[in-house]
Each structure stands twice: as structure tokens, then as C-alpha cells.
């Protein structure tokens, strides 16, 4: 189905400046122009950008108290504990941190809680269980900026709390030593996209600069590149924008996972099919669903234990088990759909709805933000799916549609949460099944009051004639790469192209040759649907791309859509 397709106007006075500048081409100049850039300095920075542009760490909000508070614990001999999420981002900062702290020798460990019998975020039982163990002082990773009661109780027992996280603040913020949020009200730090690694990555580039200062490296000190491996997997599985800060990140971080120091990435790669160099779309869909799979079924342990191992033959069995997690997350994850799926066609309430909202007491918990996305894609709604526990609260994970802040949506319905969080297109909360149904129509009021319908859009950077789509140009839009959220690959449109064959591969993908000025072109349209015989002239939307086979390497367009 043909969807609406949306042209960038051009901006032919600064294209043509910034193509006599940078000695770059139009088309690529008019797509730095549709990223946001305004003159030349600022395209310099996006072409240009090094680990020196990134800002100083102590920008960000508290990070003097927080490092402060660390090297207090260093100093004393405190054991300090990690607290980090289950999913890719709280295991890469749980990784990050701790291998960090135990580096130079602080007395360290981690904690990941179990998502089916703990849940998300802090929880006062594993608070008091790590007291018991001589914790003083917790940081947290990618989480605890709703744990503001946990962080009350955690005091009164002499536990202390830095916390670091990157999601939506909610109106009473903990009462921790330190609160490490690129969002919270006052915080200078410009980048406000990063994930929370990178939250934890800015503390320990802070902590560095204080240990260094006060001699502590007496030989040599750690070298902070050798953690961007873990910030451009936690940023990019975490779907977080590949814009400003977190673009030099993921960006020098992916250089490093091209031929990997650590283990765990290596073994990782291995069981994943790859090697040599990989992208962003390798790290998510390929590498960021492996790591996630042991905390979205149970525990994040063996997640954190391949990034932190330091032993290769442990690594690979680590790699092979999270492989064969993931298998199962994905059978799991088809079930799941399909009975989805079932329940929107079979209900005419539903089918006709702005919003969907499911639920069930049979779903994993673990699973239901993968399905959720895959029904917000399928029916171009926002969805949200929820999986009753044997106690009456169902833990909810909802996945939004351009147009729509899904966290704002949610926000209308607080009072019927027990607890929530998020930002614009995914959230997750909590609900006591006798709310589900009051939470149905509030969220529907709240999409209609947001627009209601949110139209299937192609956002296209430019019109362009075949001729100019050589190896030059994809050579140069590369260097526009990691692409991602807020980062989108380059989409054109060609018009007036002769269909010259077309064929079915796989009985899913379309293969097309079209022709243009005198000369072919190969194109593929992955999982087409839709009649395959096309004919004459059409208008083609598409990506361009480097293609290699048995050794040859050409240049294909990926097809988007065609008229």
C-alpha cells in the first residue's frame, strides 16, 4: 500500500554553500540540511566529530556530589554495588561501571534484578539483601528515577544512592546523593539524547578526571575508547536518537567492535553470524536481541558476565547460551503475536479503535514491548500490551507511532498506574487488572485528543536522477552513518523509471530491474507485499546501498515503495 510520502523542501542557496565548502555533492549536502544543519560550522562538527568535541561530564546535573561521594567510598574501602536494569542498556552499564570500578581496585559488584519475580527498578528486597552483604553505597544503571521511596528506605538502613538514568523524570525526584539525568529540571549537559550508558559512561569519564588529577594512575590509566563498544551497543538496542553526543559515541564505538579487544563482544559476534566489519542495524537486530535475551525470559546475569569476561572459552559458552535464550524469547515472541494479532481482527471494538490495548494472564512479561512494537507497526496504532501476573498487576510495555509522545498519552492515565515510565515511543507501567478496562478508554481519549490517526509516512530527502546514484555517492553518504533514530538512512525518490523484469525471490522479497537514461539497475523490495508484476514507468522511493555477491561488489537501490 502506497504510503504518504513526505519531501524535504530544498534549500538550494545553503546546499550549494555547503557543497562548495565541504567539496561535498548537492545530494548530500541538502541531506546534512534535512538533519538539522544550518551552516557550515555545524556541518563540519556532524562530518568531523571526535571524542574531544563531546562536553565535560560535570555539565551534567550532580556529577560533582556523585564523584565526590565514589571517591569517598574508594577512599574508606566501601563495597559498592551496581545496580543495573535488565535489558541492553542497564546490562552495558552494569558491564561498564563495574569493570570500571574493579579496575583500579574498588571494592565492587553488581546486581540485576530478576524481571519475573522482582520487576523494573529498584526494589527494597535487594536493597536490604545487598546491606547484608556490606553494600554502603548503590549506583544504579538505567533506572531508579521513579525509586524515590526505595531510595527513602534504602537511607534509613545507611545505604546510600547515586542515581543514573536517562528516562522521562517524574515530579518528585529520589532524595539520593546524586541524580546523574541529562531530563531532570537544571541539568546544562547538551546531549540530551544519551542512553544510560552513556549516563554511566559520562561518570566514569568524570571519575577518571578526579582520580588522574589526584594521582591515583601511578602507571597507566584506563583508556575510556576501550568501553565505547558497550556504549554504542547499550545506546543503539536502547533505540535512543543517533544525533549530537550519542552519534560520536555509537560511531567510534562500532570502529571498535569492527575487530573487538573484548571477549564478550567477540564470542558474541561469533554466534551471531558476523565478522569483520558490522553497523548499527548488526548491533540491532543481530547483537542487542542476544544479550537482551536472558533478562527478558529471567536474569541478566550471564548478559553481564559475557560483557565482563575476560576469558575467551567462557565467553563463547556464555554467547551460545544467550544465543539459544534468544531462540526461545523468539518462539515465545511468534505465539504471542499470533494470539495478538487474533484478538484485534476478531474484535470489530478493537479494529476500529485510535489505540489498542491487550492483555492477557498466558503472556510473558518479558516479550510483550517486542509485540507491542510489532503491532504498533502492523496496525500503524499505539499499542500496548499487558501481562496479568498470578498477583493482579500486570506489567505493561507499550510502543508508539510517529506522531504521537506515547510517554504523554500514558501520562493522562497516571492514577491508574501503580507505576510508569518512559519516553515518546516506548514506556512500560504497571496496573492492577481491575483498572485494565478504565485505562482502555482513558488511553483512547488520550490518542484521540493527540490526533487520533497518525498517517503511515515516508519522509524522502530529495528527488534525484538515477545517474547520480553511483559508488561517489554512497562513498560520501556513509560518512553521514551510524544511521538510526533520529539519524535516518538517506531516502530518495527516482521518477519515470521503466520496469525492465521483475521476480519473486524467497516467495517474499521482490527483485526489479528498471532502467533509465540508457542504463539498468538492480532493485530489491524486501518482504513485498503486493502484486509482483509490475510494468511500464513507476516512481521508485528508495535507499541506496553497496551489494556484494560471490565477490562482486555493485551498487542496488532498496526499495521503500513505488507508484
Known amino acids: 500500500m502506497k504510503k504518504s510520502w513526505v519531501v524535504h523542501k530544498e534549500n538550494p542557496k545553503l546546499r550549494d554553500k555547503l557543497s562548495k565548502a565541504l567539496g561535498i555533492s548537492p545530494i548530500t549536502s541538502q541531506v546534512l540540511i534535512n538533519r538539522g544543519i544550518e551552516n557550515e560550522a555545524e556541518a563540519e562538527l556532524y562530518l568531523k566529530s571526535t571524542l574531544f568535541d563531546l562536553p565535560s561530564p560535570f555539565l551534567l546535573k550532580d ?62 528486597g535487594a536493597v ?76 566514569v569519564m568524570g571519575l577518571r578526571r578526579v582520580l588522574r588529577d589526584g594521582g591515583f594512575f601511578k602507571r597507566k590509566e584506563p583508556n575510556l575508547g576501550d568501553y565505547l563498544d558497550l556504549v554504542a551497543l547499550g545506546t543503539v538496542a536502547d533505540c535512543a536518537s543517533l544525533t549530537n553526543v550519542n552519534r560520536v559515541l555509537v560511531r567510534e564505538g562500532i570502529k571498535r567492535m569492527h575487530r573487538p579487544k573484548r571477549a564478550g563482544i567477540r564470542a558474541l559476534k ?34 553481564v558476565e559475557l560483557l565482563i569476561s575476560e576469558d575467551m572459552g567462557q565467553s563463547r559458552e556464555l554467547a551460545k547460551t544467550l544465543n539459544s535464550e534468544n531462540q526461545k524469547r523468539q518462539a515465545i515472541e511468534a505465539d504471542i503475536f499470533s494470539e495478538a494479532i487474533t484478538m484485534v481482527e476478531s474484535s470489530p471494538e478493537l479494529s476500529g479503535a485510535l489505540s489498542i490495548v491487550l492483555e492477557s494472564q498466558k503472556w510473558h512479561p518479558g516479550v510483550i514491548g517486542i509485540v507491542a512494537s510489532k503491532i504498533a507497526g502492523w496496525c500503524n496504532k499505539p499499542a500496548v500490551l499487558i501481562a496479568v501476573g498470578e498477583d493482579g498487576v500486570g506489567k505493561g510495555s507499550g510502543r508508539g507511532v510517529e506522531g504521537l509522545n506515547l510517554y504523554d498519552a500514558l501520562a493522562e492515565c497516571k492514577e491508574l498506574f501503580v507505576d510508569f515510565g518512559g519516553h515518546e515511543l516506548a514506556a512500560g507501567l504497571s496496573i492492577r487488572e481491575e483498572n485494565i478496562d478504565a485505562f482502555k478508554t482513558r488511553f483512547e481519549e488520550a490518542v484521540a485528543k493527540a490526533g487520533g490517526h497518525f498517517p503511515r509516512k515516508i519522509h524522502i530527502d530529495g528527488e534525484v536522477d538515477m545517474a547520480e546514484v553511483d559508488e561517489s555517492l554512497l562513498k560520501e553518504l556513509d560518512t553521514l552513518s551510524p544511521y538510526g533514530i533520529g539519524n535516518p538512512e538517506p531516502v530518495f525518490v527516482a521518477k519515470c523509471l521503466t520496469v525492465v523484469s521483475s521476480r519473486v525471490l524467497k516467495e517474499k522479497h521482490l527483485s526489479i530491474t528498471v532502467s533509465s537514461g540508457g542504463r539498468t539497475y538492480n532493485a530489491i523490495w524486501f518482504n513485498f507485499k503486493g502484486s509482483p508484476d509490475l510494468q511500464g514507468e513507476i516512481d521508485v522511493v528508495f535507499t541506496p546501498e553497496f551489494n556484494v555477491w560471490n565477490g562482486k561488489k555493485e551498487v542496488r537501490i532498496r526499495v521503500l515503495d513505488i507508484d
Open 63 to 124: 556529577m560533582d556530589k556523585a564523584v565526590n561521594r565514589i571517591m569517598q567510598a574508594i577512599e574508606r574501602g566501601e563495597k559498592i554495588a551496581v545496580y543495573g536494569d535488565y535489558d541492553v542498556d542497564g546490562v552495558t552499564s552494569t558491564a561498564l561501571l563495574y569493570h570500571f570500578l574493579k579496575g583500579f581496585g574498588a571494592l565492587a559488584m553488581y546486581y540485576n534484578p530478576d524481571r519475573l519475580t522482582e520487576g523494573y527498578g529498584v526494589n527494597f
Open 270 to 303: 561469533e554466534v551471531s553470524g558476523l565478522s569483520g566489519e558490522i553497523d548499527a542495524g548488526d548491533i540491532g537486530f543481530r547483537l542487542g536481541p542476544r544479550v537482551n535475551a536472558s533478562g527478558r525470559l529471567n536474569s541478566a546475569r550471564e548478559a
Open 128 to 203: 536490604e539483601r545487598l546491606k547484608q552483604q556490606g553494600v554502603s553505597l548503590i549506583i544504579s544503571g538505567d533506572c531508579g528515577i521513579t525509586a524515590w521511596r526505595e531510595i527513602e528506605e534504602a537511607k534509613k538502613i545507611g545505604v546510600d544512592f547515586i542515581v543514573t538514568d536517562h528516562h522521562t523524570p517524574p515530579e518528585v525526584l529520589p532524595d539520593a546523593v546524586a541524580v546523574l539525568n541529562p531530563h531532570q529540571p537544571g541539568c546544562a549537559y547538551p546531549g540530551k539524547e544519551i542512553a544510560g550508558v552513556g549516563v554511566v559512561f559520562n561518570l
